[in-house]
């Protein structure tokens, strides 16, 4: 299968291949100008995560694949599943609003605790951080998709897969004249 593969990029002449080098970049190309509009639509830095770990079991499990708002004027409620970005951190953490603080000046603060954790999330925060705010938060779970994600992870784990599965795509679109 590879092998027909390489042979028909062999057999392409020039005009050809740039033409499906462009293919390809208008597939990048549109793929990112998605994401930005779900950006936008949605109000949130990150639209679409994935549940890394297994700490909001039952509720999602690991690999299942969230969508998020994240609008202003929506007020945080004890009960939401939140996403939320912490200082120090670079992957967002999923998991439950269990109890909110409503400061004299109006500004609301929160708690959060894993579904399937039994100590709340002060730990994960930054040092000397008690509660979040609303700039911590990366979004609101709308809906999910149950382990459509798991290829993410897949591919994050082993980054041979991930290589083979990004040459495969590659090869695909280059040699694939439709």
Known sequence: MIQSALDELRRMNKRQFIYQCLSFGMIVSSALMIWKGLMV?????????????GSMEPAFHRGDLLFLTNFESDPV??????????????IPIVHRVVKLHEGRNGTV??????????????????????????????????????????VTIYMNEYPKFKCAVLAALGLYVLVHRE
């Open 77 to 90: 409620r004890v009960g939401e599943i939140v996403v939320f970005k912490v200082e120090g951190r670079d």
């Open 41 to 53: 639509v949605t109000g949130s830095e990150s639209p679409i995560v994935v549940v890394l770990s």
């Open 109 to 150: 603060k929160f708690l959060t605790k894993g579904d399937n954790n039994s100590v709340d999330d002060r730990g994960l925060y930054a040092p000397g951080q008690l509660w979040l705010t609303s700039k911590d938060m990366v979004g609101r779970a709308r809906g999910f998709l149950p382990h459509v994600g798991m």
